[in-house]
């Protein structure tokens, strides 16, 4: 992805070398491969990526690739005055590492640089998102399918059913997948378990990752049959998240994205206790953010979801979550039913 706009910004700073250890999830970001060992140099005008014998090797246009030899650290200009380190990556042992290596070197922090180019996608991600989303849709409508047969008894046989349609077309789980039964569903990140099925709410929050992007989605059904309350706490949630996808425009704040869903909710507004979502791509969480002291707005080629959520301890939870791609105007790229499924028991 942005290798030249990246290196642009190296020879701004004067940063002769960018170096990306390990399991920076940036490696894969510019060279779209995930090696099982690596190393990626990049300076204003090449960039080295470094790997074992162990793993297959990639072909690039813009990439050299070396070997991890016994004297590849002989090999390095050691004239390098200024070096950048992705300080949310690398661990203390590289760190100390890399500065023996190179010990005339100044080390400086390239971790915001790195979040600010992924925080707005190219074409080629915004496919692999959308791809994401659409095997996330299809685990969804197979789930639809398979619950009225009522073969599925616990939490967890419904997580792994999702998680083997996503993996049937390719996919691979973008974050643990939560299935939330009642009242476990009132604790946002509830751990998927052995809970078996029964009458109430049914939240599931998941998604599946093509090419290493990341869809997330999460949608609630409700297996019986809703009384008065519960269909009008569902379909207050659902207005707001609407309602807050409507507002979606360019330069608009996230901040003002999250109030506005935060005023739909009215008097329930103090049992949405997270932000109104993230941003996402190759990580689940990413930038943008929502919250205010990043402070970010909406721009061209974001990609982010919209997932207002209310909270009732003991009781139940509920969420309902898209994500969107914005490009001018808003795309919602999960596409799943969003009006309350009912489930017979
Ligand atoms: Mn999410």
């Avoid at 990639?58 to 590849?72: H, N, S």
């Avoid at 650290?73 to 380190?85: D, E, S």
């Avoid at 600010?116 to 197979?142: G, M, P």
């Avoid at 008065?228 to 207005?239: A, Q, S, T, V």
Wanted: aromatic share 12%; net charge positive; with cysteine.
């Amino acid at each position: 992805m942005k290798l030249k706009a990246f290196q642009s910004y190296l020879r701004k700073e004067k940063i002769g070398l960018a170096i990306l250890t390990d399991q920076d999830v940036n490696i894969t970001y510019f060279t779209k491969v995930k090696p099982s060992f690596s190393y990626l140099f990049i300076s204003p005008r090449s960039a080295n990526l470094y790997l074992t014998k162990l793993d297959k090797k990639p072909k690039f246009k813009e990439i050299t690739v070396k070997i991890l030899d016994k004297d590849w650290k002989n090999k390095l200009n050691k004239n390098v005055k200024k070096i950048g380190l992705n300080y949310s990556s690398i661990t203390m042992a590289y760190s100390k590492k890399l500065k023996k290596l190179f010990p005339k070197a100044k080390f400086v922090d390239i971790s915001k640089q790195l979040m600010e180019l992924r925080s707005t996608k190219t074409n080629e991600e915004r496919k692999c998102i959308t791809k994401a989303c659409q095997i996330t849709d299809f685990a969804f409508q197979e789930l639809i399918k398979e619950l009225p047969k009522k073969r599925l008894k616990t939490e967890q046989e419904v997580a792994d059913f999702l998680e083997r349609k996503i993996k049937s077309r390719g996919g691979e789980l973008a974050f643990p997948t939560i299935v939330a039964m009642g009242k476990n569903a009132a604790v946002p990140h509830h751990l998927t378990s052995q809970q078996i099925l029964k009458r109430g709410f049914l939240l599931l929050d998941f998604g599946a990752k093509y090419d290493y992007y990341c869809a997330d989605m999460s949608r609630v059904l409700f297996l019986g049959t809703p009384n008065k309350e519960e269909i009008k706490m569902y379909n207050l949630l659902l207005e707001a998240q609407k309602g807050a996808i409507k507002q979606i425009e360019e330069n608009k704040s996230f901040i003002e994205l999250d109030k506005f869903a935060r005023k739909q909710l009215g008097k329930y507004s103090s049992y949405f206790i997270h932000s109104l979502g993230h941003g996402l791509g190759l990580d689940i969480h990413e930038k943008p953010s929502y919250l205010k002291e990043s402070n970010y707005k909406i721009k061209y080629g974001q990609a982010f979801t919209v997932e207002p959520g209310i909270y009732f301890p003991g009781k139940f939870g509920l969420r309902i979550e898209d994500t969107v791609i914005f490009d001018g105007k808003v795309n919602v790229l999960t596409k799943s039913n969003k009006e309350l499924i009912k489930v017979k028991i």
